[in-house]
């Protein structure tokens, strides 16, 4: 399985992106998926992901301004960013955990990651 994303690009405070994500072949495993991302000297934190009961959650950070959707039938997964800020500039990554009933089967599926930079 391959996770393509895109959408990633330089905006201004204030403004809006919308990533993309969609996996491409098959998965025995039901693939729920999210974003991660990764500012420079920074671990890799949660954005937004589904759960394995289609629910959504999202770190404080974003709240209210992020919004995670998707179509879990096609394995696509989407991100719109609102009212950016430049605490918002990290690599975007695309992420699908591996879904077993209850349980997760490791490792997860990682896209390449997409930039996204907002200037103040």
């Known amino acids: 399985v391959q996770l393509q994303a895109s959408g990633g690009g330089l905006v201004q405070a204030g403004g809006s992106l919308r990533l993309s994500c969609a996996a491409s072949?098959?998965?025995?495993?039901?693939?729920?998926m999210g974003w991660y991302r990764q500012a420079p000297g920074k671990q890799r934190e949660l954005v937004a992901r589904?759960?394995?009961?289609?629910?959504?959650t999202y770190a404080d950070s974003v709240k209210g301004r992020f919004t995670v959707s998707g179509d879990t039938d096609k394995n696509t997964v989407y991100l719109q960013m609102n009212n950016l800020k430049p605490d918002d500039t990290a690599v975007y990554y695309c992420n699908a955990r591996r879904s077993r009933g209850t349980i997760f089967v490791l490792p997860d599926y990682w896209g390449q990651g997409t930039q996204v930079t907002v200037s103040s």
């Open positions: 589904f759960t394995t009961e289609g629910r959504s």
């Open positions: 072949g098959r998965s025995r495993e039901k693939l729920v």
